[in-house]
């Protein structure tokens, strides 16, 4: 496992921008962003792979932008035209597997980071 540290969240108004970093202890294959909101189960955002392979979430594409630098081991999530239904608490994850859908196979999360979007 890794350790993954997320920074960047914050308050912005509706159709503005945030910047996501998450910084990991080490190289993994798989890195990705879910997100959490209250009464709702966490929901996988984007995921790329340590070749730049992308996964987004229907809901966010277009809008967000998921990028790694592997020499830095750290993901970003460049999230523009926010709306309120992207209000969350983000994690950052980690797997030695190819994303697939299972959650389960992310083995190392990050304390999460709260975005909130003001209409």
């Known amino acids: 496992q890794v350790q993954l540290v997320e920074s960047g969240g914050g308050l912005v108004q509706a159709g503005g921008s945030l910047r996501l970093s998450c910084a990991a202890s080490?190289?993994?294959?798989?890195m990705a962003w879910f997100r959490q909101a209250p009464g709702k189960e966490r929901e996988i955002v984007a995921a790329t792979s340590w070749s730049g392979t992308t996964y987004y979430a229907g809901s966010v594409k277009g809008r967000f932008a998921i990028s790694r630098d592997n020499a830095k081991n750290t993901v970003y999530l460049q999230m523009n035209s926010l709306n309120p239904e992207d209000t969350a608490v983000y994690y950052c994850a980690a797997s030695r597997r190819p994303w697939s859908g299972d959650i389960s196979l992310f083995a190392s999360w990050g304390q999460g980071t709260q975005v909130t979007v003001s209409s």
């Open positions: 080490g190289s993994t294959y798989t």
